[in-house]
């Protein structure tokens, strides 16, 4: 599944970045998804991130 930010939601604590490091960045002031990890939504700490994200920026898709 895939994982990714919605920039317009992101208000940028970073918890996504502190939580799973290899798939979220924190660039700019606003979480991402690093280039490449965009597969990484099957990650039980990716979807614990998105649960826990307190803008449910995070989303994971088909
Ligand atoms: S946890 Fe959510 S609000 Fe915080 S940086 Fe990540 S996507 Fe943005």
């Known amino acids: ?14 918890e996504c970045a502190h939580r799973v490091p290899s798939v979220f960045a ?4 606003f979480g ?3 280039p490449g ?3 990484s939504g099957d ?6 991130a998105a649960e826990k994200c307190p803008s449910q920026a995070i989303r994971i898709t088909e």
């Open 26 to 29: 924190f660039v700019d002031e």
């Open 32 to 34: 991402t998804v690093i």
């Open 43 to 48: 990650d039980p700490r990716v979807q614990e």
């Open 1 to 14: 599944m895939k994982v990714s930010v919605d920039p317009s939601l992101c208000y940028g604590s970073a």
């Open 37 to 39: 990890r965009e597969d």
